[in-house]
């Protein structure tokens, strides 16, 4: 398959997961502030939103230091100035899909283009604000729609595999940056064992933990897991470390792992191997030794290694320099 | 004007003509409600599907083109079985002559020493490529894909009668909307079919797929076919990707292609791949930066020198536009008595060159009863309607004439056949025209019609898409009764068992 054909797959997927992940951590942050809390407690969770993404400077730059639901929503969803808001990644993931249409299902391609042709609907017509959640609901339901419709009539071929690829390495980052910044909204690495126990602080905690499981979809996966009261180390066990969970680290770094094997010709590649090693330390980690280590830094350092695996993803199959 | 008019379907205002008659009956029986819904259907559906061109130079606020759709017009063309077959065999007749010119042109020029045509005419034209002279192209074919524009007039008995208005040869478009367009009929209007033997155009694609492996090298056991657009901001984008999907071939820009060894290679995920056949949608002047425009990137630099080794085969052929110039569409007729020693089936619109002195002073007396075309202009663009024109226009037109006569012809304005469609006051006629595109490999061949295009505003005669004109479905109707019916199958589907 073409090199550019490929890239194209590659970012098609990663901008419709992005916008995806965007939409849920809106959504849980637009619930949550539906919920009785101290105006302090309602900033850090917009403002934690916005630092995820790392787009704190560019939201100042233009809506100044008044972090407020309505200005945060709009930067997020309707900016396209900002390349992160839903509308500039349903955009690109058109724009990407456009530009190998002919690689692409039609059912693949018209689903794109419908979500954009949708969206400016919806931005348009004030549906947006008249329902925020219904919104956050439409861009879900399209991304899972146009996964969907992936798996149901695309052949597998490297094509597949390269939109797989995509959406689990954007995926695997966007994880990583929730746990991240949930965790440490709470000044600590290991939040919750630490604090008074007092019974306020207990109903925020169950609060802001329930919040992060519902925004990947875990809150009841956790209770089918678990069978236990949700406490912080296990929360953060469910979304980095089980296999099974599909929104986790070590599942975003298996799906990785098995469409990279797919789609390469060389299987001692420096791409496999960055892969590999990152998968094999999630998949022998335990919990309670990331979090006596630090569960940020190990976040961190995490977050580089995706961003350098997809250079070299880039490196080796998508813009080949070398002829 | 009061010169006659030809419509397709109304012989006259009582009566319909004999291939249009069960159409008009049917379409008798609409309620305006239902077409009105089809068509916000059609809309919406080709919206969706994003057949879409972009208008050169129309910027949206993001700085990237507008993506617009070309109207698709409810009442389909209609042209009966037998008026087809002649017309086809004008056009195999007229694009056999086309491609023994081009080889002529660039081996032995045995026009010019005939005297038919001056020697200054092929050597000065712009799309003349000396790069290609004593080059031997595959099947000695050039064009391989051509778009031919036919018009239809009324004659002196007030018949319809074909014209070629232009021959496309180089880079024609528009055959995704020609599929498209019937696509789109038999899904809002699937009734239609059964009663009507509509011949089938969806074999366009394999027809074209043959063409382009009738191409390759030799040596090749399985060669590989690509399609080279300039882009996704290109205005017939979405045409070069329906094509290379339907296919099934690889869809490449310029970027993606490297010459190494003097074989033409693509840049992919698994390393370079050989590349034999290009169907290029890009213009020669774009094609190898090393050969042609030095600051182009739409093509592959060293390109030029691997076709002319034999080694990769570039559709069409590089040079072709010096046999679809406006200067040398006047001598098609003489070509096809030169090459062919026949009579030409198609007729030629008379055509005044403004490079002879006669012609020159008609012109410029009749301007205003005239059409004037650049001869290297396309698109409806650099053109003169002079029915339509202003007197100031008109002069601006003059002046250019006088400062470069061989850059025009004239021809008188037609009165382009009109075909009922729906405008905004209701059903009304409307100018069209006809491309069918000829596919030239091992042999001549075509699908029966083409792109019907239609000059949505009343009275103007310019079809083109970028100057607001439509497309029609073009039906060739056989003769003879429905099709039979399809009877359904045998086996049944299994279904749950329930409370077993």
């Not at chain 2, 017309?87 to 026009?111: K, P, S």
């Not at chain 2, 619109?349 to 002195?357: A, D, E, G, L, S």
């Amino acid at each position: 398959m073409l090199s550019r054909t490929a890239d194209h797959l590659f970012w098609m997927s990663r901008y419709t997961e992005r916008a995806e992940n965007t939409a849920r951590l809106l959504d849980v942050n637009y619930q949550t502030s539906l919920l009785p809390q101290s105006t302090a407690d309602a900033q850090a969770g917009w403002r934690g939103l916005l630092s995820i993404s790392e787009l704190m400077p560019a939201y100042t730059a233009r809506y100044g230091d008044d972090i407020n639901p309505r200005s945060v929503m709009d930067f997020m969803v309707r900016d396209e100035r900002n390349p992160s808001s839903t509308i500039s990644c349903l955009k690109n993931a058109r724009e990407n899909a456009r530009a190998v249409r002919g690689t692409l299902t039609t059912e693949v391609w018209e689903t794109a283009n419908q979500t954009w042709l949708e969206i400016i609907r919806l931005l348009n017509n004030g549906d947006f604000e008249r329902d925020p959640s219904q919104f956050f609901e439409w861009v879900k339901f399209r991304s899972h729609l146009s996964r969907g419709v992936t798996a149901g009539t695309m052949l597998q071929d490297e094509a597949f595999h390269f939109l797989r690829l995509g959406t689990f390495l954007e995926r695997a980052d966007n994880t990583a940056r929730l746990v991240d910044v949930k965790f440490h909204a709470l000044q600590s690495d290991f939040p919750g064992a630490a604090a008074g126990e007092d019974a306020e602080t207990q109903t925020y905690d169950f609060y802001h933990w329930s919040a992060i499981l519902r925004s990947v979809s875990a809150f009841e996966i956790y209770r089918k897991v678990y069978r236990d009261v949700i406490r912080p180390e296990r929360v953060a066990e469910l979304l980095m470390l089980r296999a099974d969970m599909p929104r986790s680290l070590l599942a975003c770094l298996n799906g990785v792992m098995g469409n990279l094997a797919m789609v390469t010709s060389d299987p001692a590649s420096e791409t496999q191997r960055r892969a590999g090693k990152l998968r094999g330390e999630l998949q022998f980690a335990r919990i309670d030794e990331i979090l006596e280590a630090g569960l940020h830094a190990f976040l961190i350092q995490f977050l580089d290694r995706v961003n350098e695996l997809g250079a070299h993803i880039s490196r080796e199959f998508l813009v080949p320099s070398t002829r | 004007m009061s010169q006659p008019m030809f419509d397709e379907m109304n012989a006259s205002a009582s009566s319909v003509r004999g291939h249009y008659e069960n159409y008009q009956r049917w379409l008798a029986r609409q309620p305006a409600h239902v077409m009105q819904n089809r068509r916000a259907e059609a809309e919406m559906i080709f919206r969706r599907v994003g057949i879409t061109f972009a208008v050169y130079g129309d910027k949206d606020e993001a700085g990237a083109g507008t993506e617009r759709l070309i109207p698709f017009d409810l009442i389909p063309r209609i042209i009966p079985a037998h008026e087809w077959a002649r017309m086809e065999r004008g056009l195999v007749q007229r694009v056999t002559a086309l491609n023994r010119f081009l080889h002529d042109v660039y081996h032995d020029q045995e026009i010019v020493k005939a005297g038919i045509i001056e020697a200054g005419q092929i050597l000065h034209n712009e799309q003349f490529r000396p790069e290609m002279v004593g080059v031997n192209v595959p099947g000695n074919v050039y064009s391989h894909i051509s778009g031919i524009d036919i018009v239809r007039a009324p004659d002196a008995k007030g018949e319809g009668e074909y014209y070629v208005l232009e021959d496309n040869l180089s880079v024609p478009s528009g055959v995704s909307y020609m599929l498209e367009d019937r696509k789109m009929m038999m899904r809002l209007f699937p009734e239609l079919f059964s009663d009507h033997r509509v011949a089938p155009v969806a074999h366009y694609p394999d027809m074209l797929l043959e063409t382009l492996l009738a191409m390759a090298p030799a040596a090749t056991a399985e060669p590989t076919v690509v399609v080279l657009t300039p882009g996704m901001y290109n205005s017939a984008y979405f045409e070069h990707a329906f094509l290379a999907q339907q296919m099934g071939v690889e869809l490449v820009e310029g970027k993606d292609l490297f010459v190494k060894d003097n074989f033409v290679h693509m840049r992919t995920t698994r390393g370079p791949k050989r590349v034999d056949v290009i169907y290029r949608r890009v213009d020669d002047d774009y094609l190898d930066p090393l050969a042609f425009k030095p600051n182009s990137t739409l093509g592959c630099a060293g390109l030029l020198g691997v076709y002319r080794a034999g080694n990769v085969a570039v559709c069409n052929a590089i040079g072709t536009g010096v046999a679809d110039d406006k200067s040398i569409y006047p001598y098609v007729p003489k070509m096809i008595e030169f090459y062919l020693g026949e009579q030409p089936i198609l007729q030629n619109v008379p055509t005044y060159m403004c490079r002879n002195p006669d012609d020159l002073a008609y012109t410029l007396a009749n301007l205003k009863d005239l059409v004037v075309k650049e001869c290297h202009g396309a698109g409806g663009y650099g053109m003169l309607v002079g029915p339509a024109s202003t007197q100031a226009e008109i002069e601006d037109f003059r002046r250019a004439i006088v400062a470069n006569p061989s850059g025009y012809i004239a021809q008188p304005t037609l009165s382009l056949s009109t075909c009922p469609t729906y405008v905004e006051s209701g059903v009304a006629p409307r100018h069209i025209d006809l491309r069918p595109f000829v596919l030239s490999g091992k042999e001549v061949q075509m699908v029966p019609g083409g792109l019907t295009r239609v000059a949505l505003k009343d009275g103007s005669l310019v079809v083109n898409s970028s100057q607001g004109g439509g497309t029609k479905d073009t039906w060739i109707l056989e003769d003879g009764v429905s099709p039979p019916a399809v009877t359904p199958g045998q086996s049944q589907q299994q279904t749950q068992t329930t409370g077993a």
